[in-house]
């Protein structure tokens, strides 16, 4: 089954187009690191970010106009232990943030079964989707005009699918992963995670699958 295994975040406020941070991954097997990163500008990263010297692969993206860019990325079976994650955008802002999650148990043949986006101009975002049984619902959103905040969020489903357990975070119901904020701009991204196979997990003890950055 799919399991959560560790999390990083990274905060960027000078005024460049680069983005760092290290992360932890305890276990790999079958395993998946996601990454959601945004910049509050125009911009998309000028090639494949890496993680541990491993080029990742883009998911899905959005934007608002001038104001904001919003990103996912994943990389099969990450190398255990501390890594570092680089990334560099097409543009220069003081507002960048990213966070990557890392989980184990899924599927390597088809570890993205499908994506949801959603953008506008509210104050909350969702994006909701039907999961097959044992497979988890993850990903990210990005809000706010200048000094924006990335958060992430998971949904997992259960023995039977399209049943979904609410887990930490995100303010998620229902196969729901969904966002509140103050501020009016958001960008809402995920994916849903094949699994490996295995009785899917029913607990939700001990995660810590939610977790927020703000530059």
Known sequence: PIAFDSVGTGVNTNFDGTITWTHNIVSNTDGILIVVASIN????????????????????????????????????????????????????????????MAYTGVDQTTPIVGSNSAIGTATSGSIARTLGAGNWFVGGDSEGDDKGTTSTGVERGTAAAGIVTETLGADSTGGTLRWTHPNVRFITLGVELGTAGGAPAVTTAGWKSLMGVGA
């Open 41 to 100: 500008e125009a911009g998309i990263f000028n090639a494949s970010p890496k993680f541990a010297g491993n080029n990742l692969t883009k998911v899905i993206s959005g934007s608002i106009g001038a104001v904001k860019s919003h990103e996912l990325w994943y990389l099969l079976t990450p190398p255990t232990g501390l890594g570092t994650f680089n990334g560099t955008w097409s543009a220069s802002e003081d507002a960048k943030e990213g966070v990557s």
